[in-house]
């Protein structure tokens, strides 16, 4: 009888503890390498939080966290309709407006007779080309790249004639 009141309560603390070493941050604080940081003459590392923030936690607690309510959705309005509107004849199959991504069926362009499928990806708020990536293909495999730098420069051409129509009112 004693026996089991002193083995379960050790079987216990030994699972708590083994759940904690999975976070990866240490079981206290601090985490792992935080060791000899000062001092080195290395540029300063970011602390845990700042790098939890960067990577979205890693941790089981980052779950219980309470979310930022400021952040916004950082895609591009104009790059988003203008990639909607030169591949229109493309149908969609998912949109995800969090994530920048849109993702288009198979689809024959007008006085085109060969099928195209495309993925879009907005990665940065700004009206740049670096912000756009394009992938598409045929049913045969991958396009070349001159066609899919004519479709990456018609979005971005669209995409300023829409900014610049937004503009006038």
């Known amino acids: 009888m004693t026996m089991t009141r002193i083995v379960k309560p050790i079987a216990l603390g030994a699972l708590l503890l083994s759940l ?3 976070g990866g941050g240490g079981l206290f ?3 792992q390498g935080d060791e000899g940081q000062e001092g080195t003459g290395d540029a300063p ?3 845990n939080s700042r790098v939890e923030a960067q990577t979205g936690g890693s941790s089981l607690w980052d779950l219980f966290r309470k979310q930022n309510p400021d952040v916004t959705v950082a895609v591009n309005r104009y790059l ?3 990639t909607l509107d030169v591949l ?3 149908p969609l199959e998912s949109v995800d407006p969090f994530t920048g991504v849109i993702v288009f069926g198979y689809g024959t362009p007008p006085g085109g007779g060969r099928a195209y499928r495309g993925t ?3 990665k940065d708020p700004a009206l740049d080309a670096r912000s756009l990536v394009v992938a598409l293909q045929t049913r045969r495999g991958p396009v070349d790249a001159a066609t ?3 479709i990456e420069d018609a979005i971005l051409a669209r995409a300023r004639q829409l900014r610049i129509a937004d503009r006038k009112f």
Do not use: D, H, S
């Open 20 to 22: 904690a070493a999975c």
């Open 29 to 31: 604080v601090g985490g």
């Open 148 to 150: 899919q730098r004519a």
């Open 45 to 47: 590392k970011a602390t």
């Open 88 to 90: 229109n004849f493309l």
């Open 80 to 82: 988003w309709n203008g």
């Open 120 to 122: 879009v990806y907005i």
